[in-house]
């Protein structure tokens, strides 16, 4: 009788275990990657929007989503920069947020022998 219950228990945590691991890809899978173009249009107001290849910049970043969404933990769905940087009394504007984040990789790439552009009008293209 004991043993039943036991071999019943073991039986219960492996089938657990299972479930736990089945959920647990499922989430991965689920994450939104976001578009693979982004037309950045957020703050608009003197420059040409700037068309952003997300997918390929995903691509070059080797899947590692913090290295720009770095508010959340890798695996972690990320958010938009705007929700944080966009506010009222954010620490660091929304604008000084993508230029430090694209401009700063790009500076760094091309040191590397790459040619990512760094000129205004590169990004805001007319
Ligand atoms: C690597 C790409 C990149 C480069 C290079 C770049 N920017 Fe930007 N910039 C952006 C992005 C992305 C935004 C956010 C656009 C938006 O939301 O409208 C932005 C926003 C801005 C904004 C605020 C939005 C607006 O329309 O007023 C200004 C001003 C600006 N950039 C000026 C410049 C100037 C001047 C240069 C050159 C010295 C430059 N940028 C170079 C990517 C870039
Ligand atoms: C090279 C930088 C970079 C990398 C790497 C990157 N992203 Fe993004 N992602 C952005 C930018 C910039 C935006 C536009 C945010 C905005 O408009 O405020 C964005 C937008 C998004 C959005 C849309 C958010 C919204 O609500 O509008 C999702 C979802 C997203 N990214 C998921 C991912 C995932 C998942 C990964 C990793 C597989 C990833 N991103 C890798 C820069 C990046
Ligand atoms: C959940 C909120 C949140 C989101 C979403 C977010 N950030 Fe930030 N970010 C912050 C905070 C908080 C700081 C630090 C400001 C401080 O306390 O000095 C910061 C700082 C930064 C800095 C300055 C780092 C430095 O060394 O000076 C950059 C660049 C930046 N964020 C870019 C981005 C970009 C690009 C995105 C979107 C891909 C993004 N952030 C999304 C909250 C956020
Ligand atoms: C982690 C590094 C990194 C970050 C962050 C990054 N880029 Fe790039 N970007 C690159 C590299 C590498 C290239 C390609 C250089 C090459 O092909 O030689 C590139 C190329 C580009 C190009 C040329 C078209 C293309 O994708 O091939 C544009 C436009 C561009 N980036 C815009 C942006 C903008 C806007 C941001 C910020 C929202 C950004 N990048 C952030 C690394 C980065």
């Known amino acids: 009788m004991k043993r ?7 039986l219960g945590a492996i ?12 989430a991965v899978s689920e994450i ?15 420059q040409a929007p700037v068309l952003f290849e ?5 691509e070059r ?11 959340e933990k890798e695996g972690e769905q990320p958010k938009a920069c705007r929700e944080c940087h966009n506010k009222e009394g954010a620490k660091v504007a929304l604008k000084d947020a993508f230029h430090k984040s694209c ?6 790439e091309n ?16």
């Open 4 to 10: 039943v219950v036991k071999s019943g228990l073991v």
């Open 15 to 26: 089938l657990g275990v299972i479930a736990l691991l089945g959920l647990g890809s499922k």
């Open 32 to 46: 939104n990657k976001g578009a693979a173009t982004i037309t950045i249009d957020v703050i608009k107001k003197t």
């Open 54 to 58: 997300h997918k390929k910049h995903q």
């Open 61 to 71: 970043a080797g899947d590692k989503c913090i290295t720009c969404h770095h508010s």
């Open 103 to 108: 401009k700063d990789c790009h500076k760094k």
């Open 111 to 126: 040191q590397a022998g790459k040619k990512a552009p760094e000129k205004c009008n590169e990004c805001h293209k007319k």
